[in-house]
């Protein structure tokens, strides 16, 4: 059974870093690229970060991200992260980590996801 | 950035009628287009995958259809348990991955 399991969330104050983890089984971690959305609070889903797999290491952000965030997956333990860093009020959300459909990178749908980890950035 | 648009916001029918849900890209995405449902405080789920492809375990009551730019999500009969948001993503063209902005489903 596939699980992913979310953990890192927390209250930051702005300007703060926090690093999420996701870890991951029931699958061959290596083979399959992983992906990290965002949803705040009552609104709709938003693409955060997206790494490929073993076999491709390429990583993705979104704008609003980009330069400030950073994913990386460890092999050895089956996990992805998401580094975050100069963290603003409109980071404020539920992360979800979520795995590609399909091995390797050519098919960015995600068919299971970690129950989401809350992110709030205050002072 | 491929935006997608969903309609309508809201649906309210009677359990047993056909649910039609709208996404439009503002650029063709070819058949690339997911959909999912998310229940209240749970995470999203995959229900279609490129455009018309159900996923593992979905029921039949759920389809999906278009290319393009236009497609449709359809619940064939509606489902008490199908109270939930659905949203539309993108994988044609990106970075970004877009996701539409939601269509809420209701139950009369």
């Known amino acids: ?123 | 950035e491929t935006v997608l648009t969903q309609s309508p916001a809201t649906l309210s029918l009677s359990p047993g009628e056909r649910a039609t849900l709208s996404c439009r890209a503002s650029q063709s995405v070819d058949i690339y287009l997911a959909w999912y449902q998310q229940k209240p405080g749970q995470a999203p789920r995959l229900l279609i995958y490129d455009a018309s492809n159900r996923a593992t375990g979905i029921p039949a009551r759920f389809s999906g259809s278009g290319s393009g730019t236009d497609f449709t999500l359809t619940i064939s009969s509606l489902e008490p348990e199908d109270v939930a948001v659905y949203y539309c993503q993108q994988r044609k063209n990106w970075p970004p991955l877009t996701f539409g902005g939601g269509t809420r489903v209701e139950i009369k």
């Not at chain 1, 330069?67 to 963290?87: A, C, E, H, I, P």
């Open chain 1, 1 to 123: 059974e596939v699980q992913l399991m979310e953990s890192g969330g927390d209250l930051v104050q702005p300007g703060g870093s926090l690093r999420l983890s996701c870890a991951a089984s029931g699958f061959t971690f290596s083979s399959y690229g992983m992906t990290w959305v965002r949803q705040a609070p009552g609104k709709g889903l938003e693409w955060v970060s997206s790494i490929l797999s073993s076999t491709d290491s390429r990583t993705f952000y979104a704008d609003s991200v980009k330069g400030r965030f950073t994913v990386s997956r460890d092999y050895s333990k089956n996990t992805v992260y998401l580094q975050m860093n100069s963290l603003r009020a409109e980071d404020t959300a539920i992360y979800y980590c979520a795995k590609l459909l399909s091995p390797g990178g050519s098919n960015m749908h995600f068919d299971y996801w970690g129950q989401g980890t809350l992110v709030t950035v205050s002072s």
